[in-house]
């Protein structure tokens, strides 16, 4: 899908021209004619895999961390020094068993700061993670949604849930929370994500002034915007 079209998501994708489906992939792919970075989302059940259709985590829709090329994908943040972050992701392969992403921190610019955790995929177990700051909790098999109605294909619908908490240590300031496919590098197919939640993040209320003046016991409208926790799915 066209950048444009998922809001709040960044990738670090190229240009490239998305192919989509219309009517819940009844009528093939469709070029649209464009040169854009891309996010791959994919309706559950549709997305195939060589042992069946694969159902979604949890509700109908998950991300291809690997559209045309293996890239990042990205949500800014704006994180305080000292703040307690606990996140948690669902993850499974696409192609082949074992393939394997990061979940990592990255400054506004793209430069890596930290490494939360890697995931690796299997087809039986829960997989693993390596957990790269803070503290991560074990793995967890989940078994995904029912089959879409109408789809008599075989599913394989087996996810891995990865969760922890970190401090953050860093300067306060916006940080780029970013998924980026590490296995296999250059391929177009693989690393599956659903089901992001990043909790703890303190609320923001920003002024739309620098500064403001009024005489007392005038009522005025001053603009206000709130910036609540991030809930990330």
């Given at each position: 899908?066209?950048?444009?079209?998922?809001?709040?998501?960044s990738?670090?994708?190229?240009?490239?021209?998305?192919?989509?489906?219309?009517?819940?992939?009844?009528?093939?792919?469709?070029?649209?004619?464009?040169?854009?970075?891309?996010?791959?989302?994919?309706?559950?059940?549709?997305?195939?895999t060589?042992?069946?259709?694969?159902?979604?985590?949890?509700?109908?829709?998950?991300?291809?961390?690997?559209?045309?090329?293996?890239?990042?994908l990205?949500?800014?943040?704006?994180?305080?020094?000292?703040?307690?972050?606990?996140w948690?992701?669902?993850?499974?392969?696409?192609?082949i068993?074992?393939?394997?992403?990061?979940?990592?921190?990255?400054?506004?610019?793209?430069?890596k700061?930290?490494t939360?955790?890697?995931?690796?995929?299997?087809?039986t177990?829960?997989?693993?993670?390596?957990?790269?700051?803070?503290?991560?909790?074990?793995?967890q098999?989940?078994?995904?949604?029912?089959?879409?109605?109408?789809?008599?294909?075989?599913?394989?619908?087996?996810?891995?849930?990865?969760?922890?908490?970190?401090?953050?240590?860093?300067?306060?300031?916006?940080?780029?929370?970013?998924?980026e496919t590490?296995?296999?590098?250059?391929?177009?197919?693989?690393?599956?994500?659903?089901?992001?939640q990043?909790?703890?993040?303190?609320?923001?209320?920003?002024?739309?002034?620098?500064?403001?003046f009024?005489?007392?016991?005038?009522t005025?409208?001053?603009?206000?915007?709130?910036?609540?926790?991030?809930n990330?799915?």
């Amino acid at each position: 899908m066209p950048i444009s079209d998922v809001d709040g998501w960044s990738t670090t994708h190229d240009p490239a021209d998305p192919w989509c489906t219309n009517n819940g992939g009844t009528t093939d792919f469709e070029s649209t004619n464009t040169l854009v970075p891309l996010i791959d989302i994919w309706k559950s059940g549709q997305v195939f895999t060589p042992s069946g259709y694969l159902v979604s985590a949890e509700g109908a829709q998950h991300a291809e961390l690997s559209t045309w090329q293996a890239s990042r994908l990205y949500q800014t943040v704006c994180l305080i020094q000292g703040e307690v972050v606990d996140w948690e992701f669902s993850h499974t392969h696409r192609t082949i068993a074992a393939e394997t992403m990061e979940f990592s921190i990255s400054n506004s610019d793209g430069v890596k700061l930290q490494t939360i955790t890697t995931a690796t995929s299997s087809d039986t177990t829960a997989g693993s993670g390596t957990c790269g700051t803070g503290t991560c909790n074990a793995p967890q098999l989940i078994t995904g949604a029912a089959q879409p109605d109408g789809n008599s294909s075989p599913l394989r619908n087996p996810w891995t849930k990865h969760s922890g908490t970190f401090t953050w240590t860093g300067q306060t300031g916006n940080q780029q929370f970013g998924f980026e496919t590490l296995h296999p590098l250059g391929s177009h197919e693989g690393n599956l994500l659903d089901a992001i939640q990043l909790n703890g993040l303190k609320p923001f209320v920003e002024l739309s002034q620098t500064q403001y003046f009024s005489v007392e016991g005038v009522t005025d409208n001053v603009s206000v915007r709130a910036r609540p926790p991030v809930n990330i799915g």
